[in-house]
Nanobody, 121 residues
Framework: QVQLVESGGGLVQAGGSLRLSCTASGSIYRIGPMHWYRQAPGEQREMVATITSGGDTDYADFVEGRFTISRDDAKNTWYLQMNSLKPEDTAVYYC???????????????WGQGTQVTVSS
């Protein structure tokens, strides 16, 4: 069974930083694109950042250069470094990835359970 486990959320003051981590475990053959999403109360889940297996990155407009996504394939782990946090960044942050298990012939999207990020003003 494949699991994605996030860590690194918490409470931080505006202007502060947090680093989220997500580690995939289980019978994994290959990991494709890795993502971070977020969902604020009453809002739809939205993409925050994506990194491909080749290292190309893409960010939502609201990131404005404040966040950096990275990956460590040797550890099946990816990160979201968040700097200059704003109160409007408060949300549950979810990691996701396209994973191929050893029995798969194509990638399947898996999700983490989410980690709360709260930014106080």
């Amino acid at each position: 069974q494949v699991q994605l486990v996030e860590s690194g959320g918490g409470l931080v003051q505006a202007g502060g930083s947090l680093r989220l981590s997500c580690t995939a475990s289980g019978s994994i053959y290959r990991i494709g694109p890795m993502h971070w999403y977020r969902q604020a109360p009453g809002e739809q889940r939205e993409m925050v950042a994506t990194i491909t297996s080749g290292g190309d990155t893409d960010y939502a407009d609201f990131v404005e250069g404040r966040f950096t996504i990275s990956r460590d394939d040797a550890k099946n782990t990816w990160y979201l470094q968040m700097n200059s946090l704003k109160p409007e960044d408060t949300a549950v942050y979810y990691c996701a990835a396209g994973l191929m298990r050893r029995t798969d012939i194509s990638y399947t999207r898996f999700w983490g359970q989410g980690t709360q990020v709260t930014v106080s003003s």
